[in-house]
Every structure is written in structure tokens, then in C-alpha cells.
């Protein structure tokens, strides 16, 4: 790791960083100057969201209202428990545990800095993680390991049984930094009671490991707001789920990246409840005053991402599809799962509810939600069985009206890459055309982002879609 | 007093030195023929020429290198780590710390005052951190390996470069030379990333110490520069000798060990 | 010994064969969480499966992306040429995320390659936890595999049967244990190479065969003389799947050094801890294969596994380490790296090697590795405050 | 109508004049590094074979790596579309064009109307491409020309397993040492790079017809092992050379758009 690298303290530099790019909406014309000079190689993504609208800034101000959370949990009092997207941080929020997310602090990373997090990946490396694990937990691992982050106190991970490179990735920052550890494990099947009573037992050790670590028994009544504010949540991501599916959208490409996001950091927050209550808002009236979702002002081309999107600098890769007029319908990451939305009338017996009304149903509907959280729902099983990756991605390209699906991931995902190939030759048998991008989804070192675009380009032109 | 050698054939070049009470008499290089066999007589024929020795005047010789186990004259063969540790030390007796690069492989090591190696890692990953990958990125840019690693300091914002793959970042670099990208950023950005191979497996055994790079890409300048900006550490030249010989040196010196314990032929 | 050999070089050998050829099924499994004990109860032969033999990837490939560990690959390339045609059986585990999509490769290769799929393809879900509900889960799973092995086999798996089953391969386990022993004495009189050809054979030979042929060969090993430690250093393998005698053979080939021990998943690692020949057999089989815990993907168990590790580099009076990795397996290689970081600070020298698995070795690369780690080990002598070695 | 079509790839530059379907001249010529002036060369020599100026050509179609750098072309496309556009021009029974370049290999599929269907690239690693075969006929200091040749004479069946261009040039290096024959090492060398091609193309599912086509097509070592590969026989492209197929599909494409501009 370059030395002067070093000399910052990371969540302080994003927080900052993000903080900058908020606050340039309010400013004067001159701070505003200022700022890009401040923040330069942030420009182009700042602007990104910026120009998003209300939507764009309040995710802006939310972001680094998340490092700041991290920088002041101690000072509060409050414990830091590194995470990974897929379990959901509502339960820390209910237990007043800090969650540091390392998928999502890493893709921030990569977008925020011109030197994506190559510094910190290649420093996990040398610490001894191999460089052929997943790139997601390494660019922020890498500074917690380095000391660069505000110290963690506890691990929780929740992908055991369903990937293990990010499984091991937790596995191994616990046993460098000599933490306390606890791994939720999901079985290969989902839906059946006998998983279901699993997700349960697993999620009530998991409560108690945090309660031990944290110090503070779980109250109820606190869960019971969290779940409640939840529930909001998902009926607003469902509101901006069905305004994906009108053609053309009027929701822009990178909205959907601020559900996703939005739901990883601050999941039965009420900041996150804001977020989307803004993001419906403008979206509806865009809806209203026919304004459509891509720059482009035509819609060409509709897309399912069925995997996750592609984050590097300057947010190229939504840029792109507004510009071409291809429609972003969503990622895995971009769904929740809930019954009664649309897409899991397909997919029976893979969707959770929400019940609030007694302790016990609480603990059980945000088990059951944990276990439906992305990849670790979809991908857990052989991908050709019930519920599973196929048949959720079919389902989402139907109802979202797709023209083609493309996948984007990261090599150190060796889960998908495992499956990927059959998978991809279903789905065409399915006649959808399929794209697989030969990237790393946050180190463009693997592949340029020139060299992925000219692929994009190819296969749309090839395959006869634009 | 007798006579050693060293003879250290390599993937790319094959190196031979004659000592005589600790110093070099006599050194040549050459490029690697196809057959190891081939390249160590042809090295080692060319050292006894400038000294104007035979092979019997040597009363011990130790091969290493990649070929090591071809070559027919040699006493003994040593693996080009423990080589290139004994090499370091005597070109730079304050060394505690080696970085080896040659054109297959790169090793980095920690020795101690005798120039034994202790813990020591090596690239298996691929072969972008190898000396191989600077000579094809040269040849894609049309420019010799000297020049090569003189473009690091005239680049003002090196590229970046896939440093996991020699042939594709080849695809990346050609990209870059159609449009238009300076050729003093291509090369910058090649250096780099071959740097920052070598910086993971550097950090991999904690150096500490003074620091001495051997081996043929010692040479490329731009890729020490910025490998001392990624390690934060100074990385020390070696006056004595060319530091690609270090791993012949090495040989020859523990040739001299030998003899000295007697266990001449 | 050559019973050994073949049985551990050749993926279909003469015992295997001869078992399929008298009429009774075969069936394969991936991974050390496999109870062999429960086919073995139900007159099956269970075979680990392996991925020797192959000069190719053009099927592996085909399925598996790119980034995949090669054992799987090798599994499925040997699948798709036909390698296994002897099999009535396959249990795929999900040990690793390439391992498990081992189902649906292999399953989708069976729709392009006719018959390579056999009729009996069974996905057995091993949790990665061993406390409470995972143990419970894990039992479960057992109940399930004994149902369908008794549906499709039209067999009877009998406590009684699994019992004799036990007590079958505890023996085997007893002599493991002996050959450790002497493994572990200052005069080894075994080379590791032929010590791991017998424990890589008994992967898949018939048990009853295998104990036979162990304990004639032990019997002839405690009456030799001769030392294959005499000066030279002692070895320990640890990481990734193995079931590669070269990768012994080039360890040993300089002659400066013997293998006294190895944690792998092919080796004597269960050694020690036998099953218990009384009570609830499932109970048993499970508190032993899932409790084992040896193994990575059980995950935030390292300092137990460290410990172990520590344990049997004292017993075995290793000098130093060789901690290997197949390329893509991110479990071995961050683990490795937390062994070296823990174990050279205690003064034991370690390598650590990424590489491919078996037959795409590169031979080259590695022989210069190990050479030189050995030289290293010869100038260091004893580790200084190392760990004093127990005196057997 | 004359039109034409200009691929510059990573290794080699070419160029097709056709007139109403029928080729006027070909032309190869070694990339340079820059892609302006190949393009200018090859076509050059092409027009000059042909007896034609730049001016009699109506329409020129780029493709190939350099294809965004060619000054003269009034449109671009890309290769995989030329590549199967001139193969199933020449062949229309063709439903898979695996096309091994310099710097990629592909495997395309096509329709019964020689539309693409499904296509792929190989995997991240170079050495399923006539790269490799360039740098071992380096290292073996042969001719490339040559290699299917040599190979021919293979009496000792050899395996080269690393799946790295660099690496396996060491492999190959050692092979030599142990005093391996040139000739099982070429076929050995042949073998992998077919077999890595094979798994590209199973894994969109193979198709009879199969074609080869770029320059790797005319190393008979490479066809005759893919073949065997993909357990199918391919089928030769008459009396075209493989290399300039993609050529052949953008000036196809130049004919088509020629058409629409001007009915
Ligand atoms: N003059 C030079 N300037 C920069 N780099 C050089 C020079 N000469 C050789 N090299 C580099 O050194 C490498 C060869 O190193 P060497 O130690 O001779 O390898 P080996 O021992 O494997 O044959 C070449 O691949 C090249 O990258
Ligand atoms: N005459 C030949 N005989 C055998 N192989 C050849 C011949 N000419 C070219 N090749 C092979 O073809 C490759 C170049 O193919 P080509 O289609 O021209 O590539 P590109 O389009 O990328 O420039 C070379 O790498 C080489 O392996
Ligand atoms: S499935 Fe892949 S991308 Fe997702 S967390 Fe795991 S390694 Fe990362
Ligand atoms: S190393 Fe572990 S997971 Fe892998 S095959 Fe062996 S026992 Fe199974
Ligand atoms: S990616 Fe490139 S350099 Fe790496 S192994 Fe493959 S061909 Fe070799």
C-alpha cells in the first residue's frame, strides 16, 4: 500500500467525500466550484446523482451519513459489527449496533475514488487473502485490516452454505483481527418448513451472539418499529417496482441502484424510508408528466440484469444504458421478495411477510426476510431447482418485459461462474439472448471499462437488439 | 587459490562468473538457447574464454537457474533462491531483504547476515509478474527493455493496466496505442502494474531492512521507481556487479564454500 | 504396496472393477462429509471421487467457468469421457462452492454426453455449522441419504448393519493410526509417498480388502530396519484436496526430505478418533463427520484447527511445512495464509504454493519451490524456539 | 456496384474487393501498430491487385480490432458478424463459424438464415488463440507456417496441460529439454489449443455444419485435432482462405448497405 495512503483515516476521507458532494446542491455557485476542486475525481458520479434530482442528493446525504455513523458509533457508545449485504442490517438498527457493510462500502469505494480500491484490495492480498477472492469484500476489508477504518468490534455473516468466498472473507477477518465471529448458514433449499424452521433456530443464535457482543438484550418494542418501518419500506420499493415494469419506465437506470443501496445500509431506518418515499414522489410524477426514465428520451431496450451491476468510476455503466436508451428493469439486488409483489407469484413458497403482532412472529418474519435477502435467496440452490436463480430470472424477465438478460459479477464469485455457463445456455433455450460480461463488477483493472462497453455494444449489435 | 564457478541458466538469458578469493575474475551473459544444455556451454565457454581458464581449472562449479538440472559439467545444482539470497549479500553485505525478478518468475526473500534465505514467497499466480511480460509489452510498443523502463518518468497519468493477464493487458495496451494514449503513459502503466504484482508478494514476507533487487528487471527503472512509491522503501543499487548476475555470484560463492570445506572433485 | 499403488493411481482399478464386475453397485462421493460407513451398510462400495488420469479440460471447461478450482473440473472432465461408467451412484456435497456445482455441470453435461449421469445422482446438503440446529439438520440429511439409498437400492439399512460398518472401518482407522505412529518415530521407515498411496487407496478400495492389505504391509513396515528419515528433513502437506502422489513423489525425490504427515482431506486425517461401536450409529456417524471440523469451509473455526495443526506438527516432529493451494480455492488459501502467519511466529518454517491440481501441475514451478524451501529448512536446522518435539 | 471490406485485426490486415458477390482480389498483410495505416496499406494492395482505384469503390465495410481507426470506411461491424456473414455467404449449410484470430478465438452460431444466435468469446486466458501457436513457434524457432506440417510427423503422443500462454511456453521449454521431438511438441501444442477452442464451442451448444475461419484455420495441425475435439468433422470453406472470411462479410455488408443507399 502506497504510503500516503495511509495517512487517511477511510471512512473519514468517504465521509467527507460524500458529505462535499451533498451539500453542493445547497450551495452558492462558488462553493459549489470549490467543491469539485475538492472532490475531483468524484465529479463525474456526484453529478451523476445530482442530476438524479431530490432522489440523487438525499441518497448522497445518506451515504455519508452511513460513514459517519461508522466514525462516531464508538463515541456514541455503540458497537461495529462488519456485515455483508445480504443480512440485513434492520436487526442491528433494533439492537443499536453500528453495521459496516463491507460489499457496500467497497462498491462506494470504487465509484468514489479515482484509484477505485485497488490500494485496499491489493493490501488484503498481501495480508495473505488470494487474490482470486471476490473483489467486493476486498477493497474495504483491505482497510479495516490495514487499520484504516474505524475498528470493528464483531462479525456477522450470513452467506455460509451459499457463497464462500465472502463467507471466507469474514472467516478470515475474524481469525487476522482475532474477532468474535457468527455465521448465519443457509441449507441448499428454500421454501420447504424444514429450511424454515433452520432460519429460525440459526437467526435466534445469531440475536444472542449479538446480544452478548453488544451488551443490550433485544427489545421488542424497538424491533417492532424497526419491522414496522420495514414494511413500509417494502411496499414503497414495490411501488418503484411496478413503475419499472410500465414501458417505457420512468424510472432512470440509476434508481435502482439507490433501492438497493439504500435497503443494504439503512434497511428499517427511517432515513431509508425518506430515500424512497422521494425516489416514488419524483418517480410518479415523471410518470405523470410523461417524462421518460433514460435521457435518451426514447427506450430502445429493456434489460434484466440477473446478477448485479457493474461499479466503477463515474458510474460509466449507467450512464451507458441512459444514453443508448436501454432500460435498467433491475439486479438481484434490487428485489426484495415480500409477498404479494408481483414476481413471486411464480416463484411459490420462496416469499416472506411481515408480522409484527407478537415477539415470536416478529423474530420469524425477519428470519425468514433475512433468508430472502439477494443471492442468498436465489443462488443458494442448484440453479435449476425450485425458486432458484432460472426461475426467478425468467419470472423477472417476463414481468419486467426484458429483451435480453446480462450478467455482470466479479471472478472471485465462484458460486455463479460455477453454474454460469449452463445457466446462460437455459436461458437462451428460454429465448432470451444472454450477455456475460467478462469483468470484475468493482476492479476495472480486470477489464477496461472501454473493453466492456465495445463487448455491450457487440452484443446488442450482434444480436440484433439495437 | 582456486577457482569457482557459477553458471545460472535462465528461461530468457544464461549468466556464468568465475571467482577467485571472493572477487569476479571473469562474467559473461548470453541469451537462452532452446536446450538448457546448450546455453550453459555455450555461457560457460564464453567466461573461460575471457579469462582464459578451462573447465578443469575450476574446482568446483554449481549450476542453478531454471535449466540447473541440464547442465553437464557442474558439481551440484542449487535452486536460483538460495542463489540469489548468497548474491544479494555479497553485492550488498547490509541486505535483509531480496526481490528476484527473471523472466519466468519473481521471489521475493528475507536473508540473514550469511546470506541464508529464510522465508520466502514467489509468484504463482501469473505470468504478468514476470520479466516475460515487460518484453512482450516492449515489443507491442516497439521499444527496447531499456527504454522501457525509462518511460515511467516521463508519463505524466499512467494508464491502468489488467495486471492479472500478460496477453490480455496485451489487447488493453493495443486499445490504448490506437487511440491515441502516449506511449510514455502505456509504458507507465505497464511498469505499474508489474510493480504492483511484485509489491503483494514484497508485503507477503514483511521486509525490513535494506532492500536489493537482482535479476534482469533490476534494470527497468520505471518499475523500481514506482515499486520503492508502493513499498514506501528505498530499494538499494548494487554497485558491485550487475545485478542480474546475482543469481551466478551466488552459485559461485557457494562453490567457494565448498571448496573450502574440501569437498573439491 | 502395489495393490496400493494402483488402487491410487488408476481411477479405475482392479478392486473397484472387481466389485462392479461381481454384480454389486458403486457409488461415488466428493467430499470428506460423506459417511462411506452408510453405502458400506448397504453392500455398496463407496468410491471418493477423483480427477486423476485426465490430459484435458475441454469438458470441465465446457460447464465450469473459468474461475473454478481444477479438482471439480478434472471430475467432471473424467464424467464426461466416460471415466466413470462403473458408477451406480454420485453424492454431490456442497464442500466448496466449485464442488457443488459439480451438480448441475455434471447434470447439464448429461444432457450432451449420453449416460454419464448415473442413475443415482443425489445432492447431499452438509450445513457448515456443526452446533446445535446444524447438527440436527446434518442428521436429518443422513435419515434422508439412508432412505433413498434403501428406496433406490432396494436395500436395508439397519443400525445393526451401520454398527458392523462402524466397527468395519475403525479397524481401518486403528491402523492408520499405526502407520502415523511410526510416521511420527525418529527413524521413519515409510516414505510419505507410499504412506499416502495407502491412505489415498483406502478411499476407495472395498474396506474389508483395504484392511487386509494395511495391515500385512504394516506388519512387514514394523519389522524394517532401514530409515528413510536419516538426515533429512521432515515434511507436513497441509491445504487443498489432494489425492496426487507425484505431488509426494517430487517432494521427495531429492532425497533430502521424507513426508511424515499431511492434513488433507485425502490423508490420515480422521486418524484418532474412532466412532463409537455401540448406540444410536447415526448419532455417531454424524457427531464424527460433521463434528470433525478439520476442514475450512467450516467456517470461524480456525483456532481449533490451528491447535490441531500445532498438535500434530509436534507429534509428527515435522520441520517445516508445505501448505498448498489449487488456484480458485479461496478456502485453503486464506487459511494457509493464517497457518503460515501463526506458524512462523512460533519459528516453524512454512511454504506456501498456489498450483492446479494433479495432472495440470506445473512440475517445473514447484520443483523449485519445494528445492528451495528444503535448503532453506537444511541451513536452518532446527527451528529455533520452535516447537521441542514430544520424544515418542 | 464494387464494394469492399477491410478487417484489421491484432496480427493481420485484410481486404476483399467484391462486385456483385464476386471477389475482384484479396489481400493480407501484417498488422502495424498503427491501425490507419494497415488499413491503408492492405486495402491498397488489394485495389491495386484488382486494378482498381479507392474511388470505383462504392461502399467499404471496417471490422476487426482497428476497426473504429479505419479513415476510409463508411461503416463498421462487428466481427463476429462478418466472420459468419462470409462464411454462410460461401456455405449456407453452416450453422457454426469457430473463429480463431490473434487475439481471441470465438464461436458463433448461426440461424438457417445466417443470423447470429448465439455467440462466445474465450474465457479471459489467451491461450486458446493463435497467440499461443505464436509464441511456441517462437520458442520451437519455426516458421507458424510450418507448424501444421511438423506436426503431421508426430509419432509420441505428448500433453501440455498449463493453460497459460507464458507458462506453457515453459512447459514447452522443458519438453524440449527432455528431448522431446519438435514435432510430438507441435502436436501436443495443436491438441490443447483445440481442445480449449472445443469447450468454447460446446458450451453454446455445436451444430453441423462447422467452419473454421481467421488465420488459425490454415494450420491443418489445429483443424484436423479440432475436429477430433469437437467429435465432428469440420467442414472446408472451398477455395476461400479462412483468413480473409471476415473480410469477406464486411464487404458482403458494404454490398447490402450499398444496396439500400442507392436501389
Ligand atoms: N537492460 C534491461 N533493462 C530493463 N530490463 C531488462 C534489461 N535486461 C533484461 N531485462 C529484464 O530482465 C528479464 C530477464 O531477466 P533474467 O534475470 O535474465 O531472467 P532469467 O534468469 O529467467 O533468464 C527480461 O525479461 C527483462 O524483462
Ligand atoms: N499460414 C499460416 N499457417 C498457420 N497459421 C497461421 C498462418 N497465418 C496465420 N496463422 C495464425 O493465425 C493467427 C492470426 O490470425 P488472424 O485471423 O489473421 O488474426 P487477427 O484477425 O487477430 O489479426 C496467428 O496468430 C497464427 O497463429
Ligand atoms: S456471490 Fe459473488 S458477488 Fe456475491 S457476495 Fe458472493 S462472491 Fe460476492
Ligand atoms: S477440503 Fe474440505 S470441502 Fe474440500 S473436498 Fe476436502 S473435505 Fe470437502
Ligand atoms: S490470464 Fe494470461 S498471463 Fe494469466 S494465466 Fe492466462 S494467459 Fe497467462
Not at chain 2, 508519463?155 to 488493453?172: G, K
Request: aromatic fraction near 8%; hydrophobic fraction near 40%; glycine fraction near 10%.
Amino acid at each position: 500500500m502506497r504510503p500516503e495512503i495511509r495517512e487517511y483515516n477511510y471512512d473519514w476521507m468517504m465521509a467527507g467525500t460524500l458529505n462535499a458532494a451533498g451539500a453542493l446542491a445547497n450551495g452558492t455557485k462558488k462553493e459549489t466550484e470549490m467543491t469539485w476542486r475538492y472532490i475531483p475525481y468524484f465529479s463525474g458520479v456526484a453529478r451523476a446523482f445530482i442530476n438524479a434530482g431530490p432522489p440523487g442528493i438525499a441518497f448522497l446525504e445518506l451515504g455519508a451519513r452511513y460513514y459517519q455513523n461508522i466514525l462516531n458509533a464508538h463515541r456514541d457508545g455503540k458497537k461495529i459489527a462488519a456485515t455483508t449485504f445480504c443480512n440485513t442490517p434492520s436487526i442491528l438498527y433494533a439492537m443499536g449496533v453500528v453495521p459496516a457493510t463491507f460489499e457496500v462500502l467497497t462498491a462506494i469505494g470504487a465509484l468514489v475514488w479515482k484509484r477505485g480500491m485497488f490500494d485496499y484490495m491489493d493490501y488484503c492480498c498481501e495480508t495473505g487473502m488470494p487474490e482470486t477472492s471476490c473483489s467486493s469484500q476486498r477493497g474495504a476489508l483491505g482497510a479495516v485490516l490495514a487499520g484504516l477504518s474505524e475498528k470493528i468490534d464483531f462479525i456477522v455473516c450470513d452467506t455460509p452454505g451459499v457463497c464462500d468466498t465472502n463467507a471466507n472473507a469474514f472467516a478470515f477477518a475474524s481469525a487476522y483481527m482475532d474477532k468474535p465471529f457468527y455465521q448465519l448458514n443457509y441449507p441448499s433449499v428454500l421454501g420447504d418448513e424444514r429450511s424454515q424452521k433452520y432460519h429460525i433456530d440459526d437467526y435466534k443464535e445469531m440475536i444472542r451472539f449479538i446480544e452478548e457482543q453488544s451488551g443490550k438484550k433485544l427489545d421488542y418494542d424497538q424491533l417492532g418499529t424497526v419491522l414496522a418501518e420495514v414494511d413500509k419500506q417494502d411496499a414503497l420499493t414495490a411501488d418503484m417496482e411496478d413503475m419499472l415494469m410500465l414501458t417505457p419506465t420512468p424510472v432512470p437506470p440509476i434508481y435502482t441502484i439507490m433501492i438497493y443501496a439504500g435497503r443494504f445500509c439503512f434497511s428499517g431506518h427511517p432515513e431509508y424510508t425518506r430515500l424512497l418515499e422521494i425516489m416514488v414522489d419524483t418517480t410518479r410524477k415523471r410518470a405523470a408528466a410523461g417524462v421518460p426514465g433514460l435521457s435518451a428520451g426514447e427506450e430502445k431496450l429493456r434489460v434484466v440484469m440477473c446478477y448485479i451491476d457493474h461499479y466503477t468510476v463515474d458510474m460509466n455503466f449507467y450512464h451507458y444504458f441512459e444514453e443508448r436508451g436501454i432500460a435498467h428493469t433491475g439486479s438481484i439486488l434490487t428485489r426484495n421478495f415480500r409477498d404479494g409483489n408481483k414476481y413471486v407469484a411464480d416463484l411459490p413458497g420462496t416469499s416472506y411477510s411481515i408480522d409484527t403482532s407478537s415477539p415470536d412472529a416478529m423474530l420469524d418474519s425477519i428470519a425468514q426476510m433475512n433468508a430472502r435477502m439477494p443471492m442468498v435467496r436465489s443462488i443458494r440452490g442448484p440453479y435449476d431447482k425450485q425458486g432458484m436463480w432460472l426461475e426467478e430470472t425468467l419470472a423477472c424477465a417476463k414481468l419486467y418485459q426484458a429483451d435480453c438478460i446480462i450478467y455482470n459479477g466479479t471472478p472471485g464469485c465462484r458460486n455463479t461462474w460455477g453454474m454460469l455457463k449452463p445457466f446462460a445456455r437455459d436461458l437462451e433455450k428460454h429465448g432470451y439472448p444472454v450477455h456475460i460480461m467478462n469483468d470484475d463488477g468493482f476492479d476495472d483493472r480486470v477489464e477496461s471499462w472501454d473493453a466492456t462497453r465495445e463487448r455491450l455494444d457487440e452484443f446488442f449489435n450482434v444480436r440484433g437488439l439495437l | 587459490m582456486p577457482f569457482v564457478a557459477g553458471c545460472d541458466v535462465g528461461s530468457l538469458t544464461s549468466k556464468a562468473v568465475i571467482m577467485k578469493n571472493g572477487k569476479i575474475v571473469a562474467d559473461a551473459i548470453i541469451k537462452s538457447r532452446a536446450r538448457p544444455g546448450d546455453s550453459a556451454e555455450e555461457v560457460m565457454g564464453e567466461v573461460l574464454g575471457r579469462a582464459n581458464l578451462t573447465q578443469k581449472d575450476m574446482v568446483y562449479c554449481i549450476g542453478t537457474g531454471y535449466g540447473r538440472d541440464k547442465i553437464s559439467f557442474v558439481d551440484e545444482s542449487v535452486s536460483e533462491i538460495s542463489c540469489h539470497g548468497k548474491g544479494a549479500r555479497w553485492l550488498l553485505p547490509s541486505v535483509e531483504t531480496v526481490i528476484d525478478i527473471g523472466g519466468q518468475d519473481c521471489k521475493t526473500m528475507k536473508i540473514d547476515a550469511d546470506g541464508n534465505v529464510g522465508r520466502f514467497a514467489a509468484n504463482d499466480k501469473c505470468a504478468s509478474g514476470t520479466g516475460r511480460f515487460l518484453e512482450v509489452m516492449a515489443r507491442v510498443l516497439h521499444v527496447g527493455m531499456d527504454e522501457l523502463g525509462k518511460l515511467t518518468a516521463r508519463s505524466r497519468s499512467p494508464i491502468t493496466l489488467a495486471s492479472t493477464c500478460t496477453v490480455w493487458a496485451q489487447a488493453d495496451v493495443i486499445k490504448y496505442i490506437n487511440s491515441g494514449v502516449p506511449i510514455e503513459d502505456i509504458g507507465a502503466g505497464i511498469n505499474t502494474a508489474m510493480a504492483a504484482r511484485v509489491a503483494i508478494l514484497v508485503n507477503a514476507v514483511k521486509p525490513s531492512g535494506d532492500i536489493l533487487m537482482t535479476g534482469g528487471v533490476a534494470k527497468n527503472i520505471g518499475v523500481v521507481s514506482t515499486l520503492e512509491k508502493l513499498l514506501g522503501m528505498k530499494i538499494k543499487k548494487a554497485r558491485k556487479a550487475d545485478p542480474q548476475m546475482a543469481g551466478a555470484i551466488g552459485a559461485a560463492l557457494l562453490a567457494a564454500h565448498k571448496a573450502d570445506t574440501g569437498e573439491r572433485r | 504396496m502395489d495393490v496400493f499403488y494402483e488402487a491410487a493411481t488408476r481411477v479405475d482399478c482392479r478392486p473397484i472393477m472387481e466389485w462392479k464386475n461381481s454384480g454389486r453397485p458403486v457409488v461415488g462421493y466428493t467430499c470428506s462429509y460423506t459417511p462411506a460407513e452408510i453405502f458400506y451398510a448397504a453392500g455398496i462400495l463407496p468410491v471418493r471421487l477423483r480427477g486423476i488420469e485426465t490430459d484435458g479440460m475441454e469438458v470441465g471447461d465446457t460447464y465450469f467457468g473459468p474461475f473454478i478450482c481444477s479438482f471439480p473440473k478434472c471430475i467432471l472432465q473424467l464424467a464426461g469421457k466416460g471415466k466413470f461408467s462403473f458408477l451406480d451412484g454420485a453424492i454431490i456435497t456442497p464442500g466448496c462452492d466449485g464442488m457443488r456445482r459439480l451438480d448441475e455441470c455434471w447434470r447439464k453435461a448429461g444432457e450432451d454426453y449420453e449416460g454419464i449421469v448415473p442413475d443415482y445422482f443425489y445432492y447431499f446438503d452438509v450445513p457448515h455449522k456443526s452446533e446445535n440446529h446444524g447438527m440436527d439438520w446434518y442428521l436429518e440429511e443422513l435419515r434422508l441419504l439412508v432412505k433413498s439409498i434403501e428406496d433406490h437400492f432396494h436395500v436395508e439399512i439397519t443400525d445393526e448393519k451401520l454398527l458392523n460398518a462402524i466397527a468395519v472401518f475403525n479397524k481401518g482407522r486403528r491402523l492408520l493410526r499405526e502407520l502415523e505412529d511410526l510416521r511420527s518415530k525418529d527413524d521413519v521407515v515409510v516414505s510419505g509417498t507410499d504412506a499416502f498411496a495407502a491412505a489415498v487407496a483406502g478411499t476407495v478400495m472395498p474396506r474389508e480388502e483395504y484392511t487386509r492389505y494395511l495391515e500385512g504391509w504394516l506388519s512387514d513396515l514394523k519389522e524394517r530396519k532401514a530409515s528413510f528419515s536419516d538426515g533429512k528433513k521432515r515434511i507436513m502437506v497441509v491445504g487443498s484436496v489432494s489425492d496426487e502422489i507425484d505431488l509426494f513423489e517430487l517432494i521427495e525425490a531429492r532425497k533430502t526430505a521424507v513426508v511424515v504427515a499431511e492434513n488433507l482431506c485425502f490423508g490420515i486425517r480422521y486418524e484418532g478418533n474412532e466412532i463409537p461401536e455401540t448406540g444410536d450409529p447415526m448419532a455417531s456417524l454424524a457427531a464424527h463427520y460433521l463434528g470433525g471440523s478439520v476442514c475450512p469451509r467450516m467456517f470461524g473455526k480456525y483456532k481449533e484447527r490451528l491447535q490441531m495443526l500445532k498438535e500434530r506438527i509436534l507429534r509428527s516432529g515435522a520441520d517445516g511445512l508445505i501448505m498448498q493451494n489449487i488456484r480458485f480455492c479461496d478456502l485453503h488459501g486464506a487459511e494457509n495464509a493464517l497457518f503460515e502467519r501463526d506458524l512462523e511466529a512460533l519459528g516453524i518454517p512454512c511454504l506456501r504454493v498456489e498450483r492446479e491440481y494433479g495432472p495440470h501441475i506445473d512440475a517445473g514451478r514447484m520443483r523449485l519451490r519445494i528445492g528451495a524451501f528444503l535448503e532453506r529448512l537444511s541451513v536452518a536446522g532446527k527451528p529455533a524456539g520452535g516447537v521441542q518435539r514430544r520424544t515418542a | 456496384m464494387i464494394v469492399a471490406g477491410c478487417d484489421i485485426g491484432s496480427l493481420t490486415a485484410k481486404a476483399v474487393i467484391m462486385e456483385n458477390l464476386n471477389i475482384l482480389s484479396t489481400a493480407v498483410a501484417r498488422a502495424g501498430t498503427r491501425p490507419a495505416d494497415s488499413a491503408a496499406n492492405v486495402m491498397e494492395k488489394a485495389l491495386k491487385r484488382a486494378g482498381l482505384r479507392m474511388n470505383d469503390i462504392s461502399h467499404i465495410v471496417g471490422t476487426g480490432y482497428g476497426r473504429e481507426q479505419i479513415p476510409f470506411v463508411s461503416s463498421v461491424a462487428s466481427e463476429i458478424s462478418c466472420h459468419a456473414k462470409g462464411a454462410w455467404h460461401v456455405m449456407p449449410s453452416v450453422r457454426m463459424v469457430i473463429d480463431i484470430g490473434g487475439q481471441d478465438a470465438k464461436a458463433t452460431r448461426l440461424d438457417a438464415d445466417g443470423n447470429v444466435a448465439r455467440y462466445i468469446y474465450n474465457d479471459k486466458c489467451a491461450s486458446g488463440t493463435g497467440r499461443f501457436l505464436e509464441v511456441m513457434a517462437e520458442a520451437l524457432e519455426i516458421p507458424l507456417e510450418e507448424m501444421g506440417g511438423v506436426g503431421a510427423r508426430s509419432t509420441e503422443k505428448l500433453s501440455i496441460s498449463n493453460q497459460c500462454v507464458i507458462f506453457a511456453e515453459t512447459e514447452v521449454v522443458s519438453l524440449v529439454n527432455e528431448g522431446k521431438e519438435t514435432a510430438d511438441i507441435i502436436n501436443a501444442l495443436h491438441h490443447a489449443l483445440a481442445k480449449r477452442v472445443s469447450a468454447l464451442a460446446r458450451s453454446i451448444e455445436v451444430e453441423q455444419d462447422v467452419v473454421m475461419t481467421g488465420g488459425v484455420a490454415k494450420n491443418s495441425g489445429v483443424f484436423g485435432a479440432l475436429s477430433q475435439a469437437l467429435g465432428i468433422g469440420m467442414k472446408a470453406l472451398n477455395g476461400v482462405d479462412p483468413q480473409i472470411v471476415g473480410a469477406m462479410g464486411a464487404a458482403l455488408f458494404a454490398a447490402e448497405n450499398a444496396g439500400k443507399e442507392n436501389p
